[in-house]
């Protein structure tokens, strides 16, 4: 609580606080910053008022905002940083974070986590971890997501399974008996593997493998752990037709909000459509694995361009902290369903969108999904079309093994 | 009409001599005072982004820090790259089917829609037309979620009547297919519209003299349609060609080039590769050589239709 | 003596012909190609008519375990939320300034181009033909990054100017026009020609009054392509208030969840516009066969 004091402090008397933070700020003087981000879909209004209610909190920073999809986002960024016209803060999912933090585009955060007066050490450590590249912090968290396991009620009790599966020997039972074919299939879980949050890396990692070291200096495919992962359940995919093969995100999320599917790994953003959908789904924690229990942690982090000048860093790291606030991330959470960036949110303090705080339980097990500076290598390039070839038949262990060496290839040079 | 004697020695005497000359150049400063303002807007906005897009074709560009001269670095590292050999054929075997299906659809349907007596011609145009209004990006979705199995609607009603549907946008060998549809389905009323367009310039007399000789249906169709519409098909044939060479909105949206690059076109690999890979450079050499092919192609069939052109 | 500027006369002028009922056999052929034709525009129109269906349902029963095509609840919501979340008549207006902007601006230096390329003749005259078609074949990709980096050296990035004149005349519409001047029997230009009247007065008054249908047509597809673009709007501006309509539907869809009853309400908004103005033109499209006097 004393941390909310300093921040209320420092947040409500403007540029004379932002001396805390280490720069030097020009006294009195309005700064403006353009901000980017993909935070289309049902966060976008929540997200403006948010940033309304900053603007009108601060006078002497302005926060002008322009929310793209993620894609035009993606195409308007690199040229912008190469004219010249590139904002001054960016949102993106760390895991494309590092490709551009090579680049020395962003500015090195450092010491905005080492100063106290930000209270950086409230955030949660899943989060802070997909800023890191090669250790240096170059993003603050702007949401955070851990994935959980959805699980429709009515499908399992009509297959007489009593609850959700606590580790993996029960889960492969219980996917297999979901799982019928026929003229109108049902499938014991979709299980997604190209524009989707990532599902397939969980099931690496909970068998002690991974596509690549948590570093991400070397490929890990060709692991035994690995192989075995992906053959366990490919074989399922195959045979017992527990899903059906090469789907994409929204696709899984469609076939469980239909009731076609009876698990989903999914994040938090989905329970106020199933809702009212008439889904009567449970959350469950992803089933321990037979190495570790993990869940992957879906970040999206804020960077500042490393071209602003000192005044326009400092308001930056005003409205990166005011952002991350409790109260901020408490009113966010509620209407979005994402977790809050910091820890010591109650369930109380959630109590309007109970589902968040199923959620905020299992954020000690996140991990972020990262690939490092080759993520687009790797992850389009390399693993995805593995992963199709397998489930379409091609045979594991092979295709595993030169995947990896293409990965490695990717890593080493 | 015809031209009395006086006029036409006036116009002999204008074609020759040095009045001739100047006559000429007044021609060609005609020609090119109407061509003005497109010529300055092309130059200006396609030409000259071409010509630096060349340039960067020659370097190793990726949008930060430096970017050094590597001469034809570009060109021999797509020579030897199976992504580049495996989308291109998957872009021909777009191309291959995509472009005379849809053609000879259009052609047929304008002949439909532009007989005398069809009662709601206008109405069926428009619903044929309809999809060519629509966004592709926005069109896709639709097609997307009824080819995906079991919420589909299709495969629902199929499901009724006991037909199990596979998962098209899942197969490595459907979901080529599965696109192709949408591509044809999405250009086809545009193509027909425009067959309609050139069906209206042929003078219905010529029909009515073939009918009076005895001419039947088909008859009429190859020597009198066709040839008649040598101008307007050489036009679709061209569009619809580079049309599906660039096709790229509904992919991207369907399928993303997958599973397994099973859909990735050449066009998918230049957006793949200059704003995931940050590899700008290369990406301009593959965009100059996919231009080269599609240039190739069309100066082909240019050549092929001119031959058979009819002009007044 | 004739001056160009009369109206064209009938080339043949066509017997008084008494009017015949259509034989038996032709009220059948009739009748098949009506069938077939209504079944083709059925297939070809059900993906619309698919998302106008979900437009009107609840968001929740669009993804159902029991898909129907039409639900027995209707609704109107979807619309009105579209209508506020995206503050559709601004992106409307915007959306008219752009596509009709350039429709304008095209068809006028189109045509020009088309005529010289038709019907002056001219030294160099097929190797302008082969540059212009050489603009159609650039993939945007390639030519994108470089575009921009030359309109921000303009400082044109989101400005009026930057959005409509790269895209103010167009290799397509040049294409087409020229397939189209060609096919015009040339009697009545050279007529003219001969009585002296300048180029100009040719293109004015003989060509563009026959090219009506062709003009029409040409100017609804300039519109409608320049209607429904997503990617060149939003890069050229760097701020929303220049948005379309096209990126505003784009908001819709979300990075996780996709706002699927919004999207379909949206799109709908946006066409029918587009198909007023296509059966708008349908009509003066027959209108203008029917008084152009040549047929």
């Not at chain 2, 071409?50 to 970017?67: C, E, P, Q, V």
């Not at chain 2, 044939?237 to 909105?249: E, W």
């Amino acid at each position: 609580m004393a941390a909310l004091g300093l921040l209320a402090a420092g947040c409500s008397s403007g540029p004379a606080s932002s001396a805390s933070s280490g720069s030097s700020a020009a006294s009195g003087g309005h700064v403006t910053l353009t901000y980017w981000n993909g935070f289309t879909g049902p966060d976008g209004p929540t997200v403006t008022a948010l940033v309304n209610q900053f603007n009108k909190t601060h006078p002497n920073i302005t926060i002008k905002m322009s929310i793209m999809p993620w894609d035009v986002f993606y195409q308007k960024l690199l040229p912008a940083f190469a004219s010249g016209n590139a904002p001054d803060i960016v949102a993106m999912d760390t895991q494309q974070l590092p490709q551009y933090a090579a680049k020395n585009v962003f500015l090195p955060l450092t010491s905005y986590y080492s100063d106290a007066g930000n209270d950086t050490s409230a955030l949660v450590a899943g989060a802070v971890a997909g800023t890191k590249v090669n250790g240096t912090e170059y993003a603050v968290p702007a949401n955070f997501a851990p994935l959980m396991l959805y699980w429709n009620k009515k499908l399992f009790a009509a297959a007489h399974i009593s609850g959700p599966p606590q580790n993996w020997a029960q889960w492969q039972a219980d996917v297999v008996k979901l799982s019928h074919g026929g003229s109108s299939p049902q499938y014991g879980i979709a299980l997604a593997e190209n524009n989707t949050i990532p599902m397939w890396p969980i099931l690496l990692w909970e068998n002690g493998g991974g596509v690549t070291n948590p570093d991400a200096t070397q490929g890990m495919l060709s692991d035994p752990a690995s192989v075995g992962a992906v053959t366990q359940w490919s074989q399922l995919v195959l045979k017992d037709g527990i899903t059906p093969q090469n789907i994409t995100g929204a696709e899984a999320d469609s076939l469980f909000q239909a009731q076609k599917a009876a698990m989903e790994m999914n994040g938090p953003w989905a329970t106020t459509g199933y809702q009212s959908a008439g889904v009567d789904f449970g959350l469950a924690p992803i089933p321990a694995g037979p190495q570790k229990t993990v869940t992957l942690a879906d970040v999206v982090a804020m960077s500042v361009n490393a071209k602003d000048n000192p005044a326009q860093v400092s308001a930056a790291e005003t409205f990166m902290t005011w952002w991350n606030s409790k109260s901020t991330q408490v009113d966010y959470a509620v209407h979005t369903g994402f977790v809050p960036t910091v820890t010591g949110v109650t369930a109380a303090d959630l109590a309007a969108n109970p589902d968040v705080a199923q959620f905020e339980s299992v954020e000690g097990t996140a991990q972020p999904y990262n690939l490092g500076t080759q993520y687009t290598n790797i992850e389009t390039n390399t693993w995805e079309p593995a992963i199709e070839k397998i489930l379409q038949g091609a045979p594991v262990a092979a295709t595993l093994n030169g995947a990896n060496t293409q990965v490695n290839s990717y890593l080493g040079g | 009409m015809s031209v009395s004697t006086t006029r036409r020695r006036a116009l002999v005497a204008r074609v020759s001599g040095p009045f001739a000359t100047r006559t000429r150049r007044r021609r060609l400063l005609t020609a090119y005072a109407f061509m003005l303002p497109s010529l300055v807007i092309m130059a200006l906005f396609m030409f000259y982004p071409l010509i630096r897009a060349a340039w960067l074709s020659l370097t190793n560009y990726s949008f930060f820090g430096a970017s050094q001269f590597i001469g034809l670095g570009n060109y021999t590292r797509l020579l030897h790259d199976p992504q580049f050999w495996g989308d291109l054929g998957n872009t021909a075997y777009y191309a291959a089917v995509t472009t005379p299906v849809s053609i000879v659809l259009a052609l047929g349907l304008a002949l439909l829609l532009n007989r005398r007596g069809l009662p709601a011609r206008g109405i069926l145009r428009a619903a044929i037309f309809l999809p060519a209004v629509v966004s592709l990006a926005v069109a896709a979705i639709p097609f997307r979620l009824m080819f995906t199995p079991s919420i589909g609607l299709i495969t629902y009603w199929l499901g009724a009547l006991g037909i199990h549907a596979t998962d098209w946008l899942g197969s490595t060998t459907l979901a080529m297919p599965a696109v192709i549809i949408v591509g044809i389905w999405k250009n086809v009323g545009f193509y027909m519209v425009i067959y309609i367009a050139g069906l209206q310039t042929i003078p219905r007399e010529f029909y009515e003299a073939a009918r009076i000789d005895g001419a039947t249906t088909w008859q009429r169709f190859r020597l009198i349609t066709l040839p008649l519409l040598n101008n307007t098909t050489m036009f679709v044939t061209i569009i619809a060609l580079i049309s599906s060479f660039q096709a790229f909105d509904q992919i991207y949206v369907m399928t993303q080039g997958g599973p397994a690059f099973s859909t990735e076109t050449l066009v998918m690999l230049i957006y793949r590769q200059g704003f995931q890979n940050f590899s700008m450079g290369y990406a301009s050499a593959i965009g100059y050589v996919l231009v080269l092919i599609i240039l190739l192609f069309s100066l082909l069939q240019m050549r092929f239709f001119n031959r058979r052109a009819i002009r007044y | 003596m004739r001056s160009a500027t009369d109206t064209p006369v009938q080339i043949q002028a066509a017997p008084a012909r008494p009017s015949r009922p259509p034989s038996g056999r032709r009220i059948l052929s009739t009748g098949w190609a009506l069938a077939v034709g209504i079944a083709a525009a059925l297939i070809i129109i059900f993906p619309l008519v698919w998302v106008f269906a979900n437009s009107i349902k609840p968001e929740s029963e669009i993804i159902t375990a029991h898909p129907g095509l039409f639900s027995t609840t209707v609704t109107g919501s979807n619309y009105v939320q579209a209508w506020d979340a995206i503050d559709f008549p601004r992106l409307f207006l915007n959306t008219v300034i752009f596509a009709g902007g350039v429709t304008l601006l095209s068809l006028a230096f189109d045509s020009l181009t088309a005529y010289a390329l038709a019907r002056l003749d001219f030294p160099g005259r097929n190797v302008i033909f082969v540059l212009v078609l050489v603009t159609l074949m650039l993939p945007f990709q390639v030519n994108l990054v470089p575009l921009f980096l030359f309109l921000s050296d303009l400082h044109w990035l989101n400005t009026y100017q930057g959005l409509i004149l790269p895209r103010a005349t167009n290799a397509f519409g040049i294409f087409f026009l020229r397939q189209f001047f060609m096919s015009i029997p040339k009697e009545l230009e050279d007529a003219a020609r001969v009585d002296g009247a300048s180029e100009f007065r040719i293109y004015r008054s003989v060509v563009l009054r026959l090219s009506v249908p062709a003009l029409l047509t040409l100017g609804l597809f300039h519109f409608m392509y320049n209607w429904n673009d997503l990617l060149w709007p939003l890069i050229v501006s760097t701020n929303s208030s220049m948005y379309t309509l096209s990126s505003g539907l784009a908001l819709f869809l979300g990075q996780h969840v996709i706002q699927y009853g919004l999207v379909m309400a949206g799109s709908v908004l946006a066409i029918v516009p587009m198909v007023v103005a296509f059966l708008i033109i349908q009509r003066r499209f027959t209108e203008s066969i029917a008084t152009s006097g040549l047929r």
